[in-house]
């Protein structure tokens, strides 16, 4: 049978639109919080425009609220997520 020409992409071609890490990052917030993060991204999909560039971002900023008396690792984090359209 044919593709549908309204099918996304499959395979090979959906997996090169797709922007993800080698692994997860772990971080700890002073001693007792432990957290784990990773992302992903996937290009969409536009029939007219297979190129279309990514959209979506994403941010992680450390020391987002340092102070003077707080240490590397209590400095607060900010986690974005953007979606661009």
């Not at 007219?48 to 992680?60: H, L, R, V």
């Amino acid at each position: 049978s044919r593709r549908s020409s309204t099918a996304g992409p499959q395979g090979a071609e959906l997996k090169a639109r797709i922007q993800e890490p080698d692994s997860s990052e772990q971080i700890i917030i002073g001693t007792a919080i432990k957290a784990r993060y990773a992302y992903l991204s996937q290009r969409g999909y536009y029939p007219d425009d297979p190129q279309k560039s990514n959209q979506d971002a994403f941010t992680i900023v450390r020391d987002f609220t340092p102070s003077s008396s707080a240490s590397d690792d209590d400095g607060g984090w900010f986690f974005g997520v953007f979606d661009g359209h």
